[in-house]
């Protein structure tokens, strides 16, 4: 017997002039484990399919490639000798219907530090809504290169300070946090680094713990990628000029608060830049570009099975995707070095 579906956000009213449906799935998600994974990104894959074109791609997969019905996972997929030709009909099929967003997720706890401890934290961050904000966390996420374990030992500390339950009383990972900034000081990092970190003050630490501590939801959870990553697609495929309705399989993260929250933000923020504004079917200001979330078993949903491969391929070989003479999907704004 199944479990009831957790999560999700409905839509509870008509949804405003155009809308796209998408079905989505992730690769790589290791809840808050983000430093000790053995899956250093996480990919987040959706496609506006129907349910009859996805069941005819997989169909064809099965057929073309002889899949066998338990073989449609990206793992068993890119291991067959026949991976070479069925993964490029598979991108070729998907080619103007699919998009994938990837996290770097060290990188993302570097955008995350710039977003609570130096900025006024929101759902909106790690998305190009906060753009301007990326060339700070991205100085210091290239300055590791020349901290050797100090930047391990800076991060960790980080995770322990924002994590739910500590593993030490807060005062003692306060200060682990800032021994660990100072190590990171002493190794001359470059001026743009060194000033990322020298902006790091307790007292702006304490306040933000202060309001994690009081469970203030306001504050987008710390070590949460699926947030951001979900913000980003539907941003993507929303364009200003659509609102998003998303499938998408169970996953405990994306709770009706925190996409209701998300929902708000989007809202505010996600709307027409002003060179759109005026253009015909544009959405109205305030009007959030997600229009709900549905939550599905995967096992249910054509859709979201083919959204899961593409997840999965991206995650293992996301240099195809990036292919940008053939049009890839993956995002010019996926959280990660776009030097690589």
């Not at 999700?8 to 949804?15: E, I, K, S």
């Not at 990322?196 to 949460?224: F, M, Y």
């Not at 083919?306 to 010019?332: F, W």
């Amino acid at each position: 017997m199944r479990s009831p579906l957790q999560g999700g956000l409905p839509p509870t009213n008509a949804v405003v002039g155009a809308v796209v449906e998408i079905a989505c799935d992730e690769s790589g998600f290791s809840g808050t484990n983000l430093l000790h994974s053995t899956t250093p990104v996480i990919t987040h894959a959706s496609v506006d399919l129907g349910v009859g074109e996805a069941i005819g791609l997989i169909t064809a997969l099965r057929s073309g490639f002889q899949f066998s019905p338990h073989e449609l996972k990206s793992g068993q997929f890119l291991r067959r000798s026949s991976a070479g030709g069925a993964l490029e009909w598979f991108l070729a099929a998907l080619k103007g219907r699919a998009h994938v967003h990837l996290i770097n997720k060290e990188f993302f706890l570097v955008t995350r530090i710039v977003d609570l401890l130096l900025t006024e934290p929101s759902y909106a961050a790690c998305t190009r809504l906060t753009y301007d904000q990326r060339p700070t966390a991205l100085a210091l996420y290239r300055a590791r290169r020349s901290a050797g374990s100090d930047w391990d030992a800076f991060l960790a500390a980080f995770v322990d300070l924002v994590r739910i339950k500590r593993r030490q009383p807060v005062r003692q990972t306060v200060e682990r946090f800032f021994q660990a900034r100072d190590a990171l000081l002493r190794h001359e990092l470059g001026a743009h680094a060194d000033a990322v970190l020298n902006k790091l003050s307790p007292t702006r630490v304490w306040a933000v713990l202060t309001r994690l501590d009081n469970d203030d939801r306001s504050i987008p959870p710390p070590l949460e990628p699926m947030l951001p990553a979900l913000a980003e697609t539907v941003v993507s495929w929303s364009g200003g000029q659509r609102q998003v309705l998303v499938i998408h399989d169970e996953q405990s993260a994306l709770t009706a608060d925190r996409l209701t929250r998300l929902q708000q933000v989007l809202a505010n923020h996600g709307g027409p830049s002003a060179a759109d504004a005026d253009k015909a079917g544009a959405l109205p200001d305030g009007v959030s570009p997600l229009a709900g979330l549905v939550m599905v078993d995967s096992r249910d949903d054509p859709r979201v099975q083919v959204a899961d491969l593409l997840a999965g391929v991206a995650r293992r070989l996301p240099e195809i995707i990036n292919d940008a003479s053939l049009q890839r999907p993956l995002s010019p704004t996926s959280l990660c070095d776009p030097e690589g």
